[in-house]
């Protein structure tokens, strides 16, 4: 028999017992110490919308399999956008707010969810897990739960318990084993690849240099130009949130290390773009870019060009740049289906959304499968 329990703080977890389940060393968002840090500086709190929930599964005192969850009291910083079934729910009564999300806060990357001891049954832990996400919004007397970005596997696993399936769709670079670079471009027209090639040669032109940092080489003077880089940008769109503060940026460098990469582009000695990224085992999870000069070209090089070759020589297994834009089909980022998982208490809204959920995969499976669109 397992025993679910909720944490108000990650804190009440052991770091060691948190970072020693399967699947957090897929991704640095996942230790301990991401959501530490988030919760130490104010980045996840209620009056952001975001209150910690995390879940365990005991078998006895054995820890059995964690998942971060938070209660939710908006839909910022998810990505999986629910604004219109909130605007359902109120036409019908029903409080939407707040409900329960199993999710990482503002990092829309797919990597496990659900975390499980070694020897643990991920059958038997999805179910539980999800006929636990039931009992706990019963017992909260709120309108849902929702498990955002999880991989395939977790997904169809609770689906096949009962939650309804949602599709999303990325861009991702996949690297099937390519030994250089320029075997990636083979794949491509020569039109295409002319282009890269062009813009990639504007860097030099342009007396700029790109290089990838790891761990004590991001420096504070860098950190502080980074947050720099990701203030402007989220400031320049109507849509953008400062969902991190530099403390978050201050603090989360020292504590995943490795786990941190910075591309950055220097003009000279003059830093004047950069990219933050997570590196995992198995991906590079591109999230926040920046620029204090326009340039052409720029932001292909920091964002894509630099970071897939250097996924190339590292072996690295697919890059996620990041949520939403088609542009990233151009610079060989391929459509790939991202999924979510939902449990809505209320049967007349749980049915109408169920409907919209089986067209939307049709239509994303289709979108997602369209030959037109890839390596041309």
Not at 14 to 35: Q, T, Y
Not at 62 to 75: M, Q, V, Y
Not at 84 to 105: C, D, M, N, Q, T
Request: proline share 5%; aromatic share 12%; net charge neutral.
């Amino acid at each position: 028999m397992f025993e679910l329990r909720v944490h108000e703080t990650i804190r009440n977890i052991p770091e060691e017992a948190w970072d020693g389940l399967g699947g957090v060393s897929e991704a640095p968002f996942l230790r301990w110490a991401f959501f530490d840090v988030l919760e130490r500086t104010g980045c996840v709190e209620p009056t952001s919308g975001w209150l910690p929930h995390y879940l365990t599964l005991h078998e006895g005192e054995r820890l059995i399999a964690a998942a971060p969850t938070f209660l939710k009291g908006n839909s910022e910083g998810e990505f999986v956008f629910d604004h219109a079934w909130a605007s359902a729910a109120h036409r019908a009564g029903i409080e939407y707010f707040p409900k329960l999300v199993v999710a990482v806060p503002f990092t829309p990357a797919t990597a496990p969810r659900i975390l499980l001891a070694e020897g643990a049954s991920s059958s038997k832990i999805a179910a539980a897990m999800a006929e636990g996400l039931r009992q706990l919004v019963a017992r909260l007397e709120i309108s849902s739960a929702h498990v955002l970005f999880p991989t395939a596997e977790e997904a169809t696993k609770l689906a096949s318990f009962g939650l309804a399936e949602r599709y999303g769709l990325q861009f991702h670079w996949k690297n099937p084993g390519y030994a250089t670079y320029d075997d990636f471009l083979a794949r491509f027209s020569s039109k295409r690849r002319n282009q890269w090639k062009r813009e990639r040669r504007e860097m030099a032109a342009q007396g700029i240099e790109i290089v990838t940092l790891r761990g004590r080489e991001i420096t504070p003077d860098l950190v502080d130009a980074m947050y720099g880089y990701y203030t402007a940008t989220v400031d320049k769109f109507y849509w953008g949130r400062r969902y991190l503060n530099r403390a978050f940026f201050e603090e989360i460098v020292p504590r995943l290390g490795d786990g941190v990469e910075v591309v950055l582009a220097r003009d000279g000695k003059r830093p004047i773009a950069g990219a933050f990224n997570f590196a995992g085992k198995e991906a590079l999870y591109g999230r926040y870019w920046g620029a204090s000069e326009e340039r052409p070209f720029l932001h292909f090089n920091v964002c894509f060009y630099h970071s897939i070759e250097q996924c190339i020589l590292r072996k690295i297994a697919r890059f996620e740049p990041g949520a939403g834009g088609e542009h990233k089909m151009t610079r060989g980022f391929e459509p790939t289906i991202t999924r979510s998982l939902h449990h809505v208490a209320d049967p007349r809204l749980d049915a109408a959304i169920r409907d919209y959920l089986a067209r939307e995969r049709q239509a994303l499976a289709r979108e997602a499968s369209n030959p037109e669109i890839a390596f041309r």
